[in-house]
């Protein structure tokens, strides 16, 4: 940290600068810009010494000059000293998403294991050595520690900045990495994921960004849905079913073929998630009248209130008429009976929704009596 000199100047290695009192100097902007745009190497060292000034608005230009820096090794030093920024800074960061999505992703990939192309393997050798247990997760060497820091720093990165564009080499991780690591990529996953939901849900009107950016993600988790038999995290089928929309051609063949290996994991998804993504998505399959049979299945299977209230809702009394076909085609609810314990806790107009559904569906009618 430099000294305060006599005047309000600041001492710092390659001279004095004014201080900023409780207005920002025009010339210290000025000289900001110059330092951002110098080719001399002293300058980012002027700048990175300047992250240490006490004085807010030194340091806040400081770090906006850094990262106008095109310096990915700039970048990485940044990245090691977010904990040190305040709230101020960290805004700055959220308005270059990009300078760390390089960061993060850079050490998301540094955790993966090697191309074995490169070790003179075909790939039936790679075959024979992971039916001999050789290349399997448990068997690869541990991660060293700095980089497990910072393979934690950058889930934590991901999660507060809302780093979406970071999500391919997340998933990546989650799927490859070292086993002490892929439960936290695969739980970043899914938290960036409610992130997103949340947003599409705050959204008055889904914008083009949006819209692109849903089906990127959306895209990233259609292939990791699809390599479950080799990873196995559940997580991600979760975050997959959040974005995912009811004609997506990924999910209904899972859906369709109950032999594939996530059909059975996904259902059960399906039927426990209480997301607001994974309801909706159930919901929306109300509107096709050709839905896969495995999701009508899982609506007449839930009995939770939160589901069962969020659906009597939104079908009123009677059903909207775009359900009429798709609810002629359920002929079991595990709460159509009398004296199920779900009926004690949904309110009038909920109760009301229920007794539509229950007419609108092909139940035994004795039994809806």
Request: proline share 6%; with cysteine; charged share 25%.
């Amino acid at each position: 940290m430099w000294p305060l000199g006599q005047g309000g100047w600041l001492n710092s290695p390659y001279g004095l600068f004014e201080a900023p009192s409780f207005t920002m100097h025009k010339g210290l902007e000025t000289t900001f810009q110059y330092l951002t745009r110098t080719d001399n190497p002293a300058a980012v060292e002027l700048l990175e010494a300047a992250l240490d000034c006490p004085y807010g608005p030194v340091r806040e230009l400081a770090l906006t000059a850094l990262l106008a820096r095109p310096n990915r090794a700039i970048h990485r030093r940044l990245f090691g000293r977010l904990a040190e920024f305040d709230s101020a800074c960290k805004a700055i960061f959220a308005k270059r998403p990009d300078r760390l999505t390089t960061v993060v992703g850079e050490i998301f990939a540094q955790v993966r294991p090697k191309s074995t192309k490169h070790h003179g393997r075909t790939t039936g050798q790679k075959k024979q050595r992971e039916a001999c247990g050789e290349e399997s997760p448990a068997n690869r060497p541990p991660v060293d520690g700095k980089l497990q820091k910072d393979f934690v720093r950058a889930c934590e990165a991901v999660r507060e900045f809302r780093l979406y564009d970071a999500l391919p080499s997340l998933v990546e991780a989650a799927q490859n990495a070292h086993p002490s690591l892929t439960a936290l990529a695969a739980g970043t996953v899914l938290e960036i994921m409610k992130a997103f939901y949340a947003e599409l849900s705050a959204a008055k009107k889904c914008s083009k960004d949006l819209k692109t950016l849903r089906t990127r993600l959306t895209e990233v988790l259609q292939s990791a849905a699809c390599a479950y038999k080799r990873h196995g995290r559940k997580e991600l089928l979760e975050a997959f079913l959040m974005v995912a929309k009811p004609q997506d051609v990924v999910l209904r063949r899972i859906l369709h073929d109950r032999k594939e290996s996530a059909h059975e994991p996904l259902v059960r998804m399906l039927t426990e998630s209480d997301e607001g993504g994974v309801i909706r998505l159930l919901l929306a399959f109300l509107e096709d009248p050709q839905t896969p049979q495995a999701a009508l299945e899982v609506i007449g299977r839930r009995t939770d209130v939160r589901f069962v209230q969020i659906w009597a809702e939104h079908a009123g009394y009677p059903p909207p008429e775009v359900w009429k076909e798709t609810l002629g085609r359920i002929r079991y609810l595990a709460w159509a009976e009398a004296g199920h314990p779900l009926w004690a806790q949904l309110d009038g107009p909920s109760q009301a929704g229920c007794i539509g559904l229950l007419l609108g569906c092909k139940i035994e009618r004795s039994r809806v009596f």
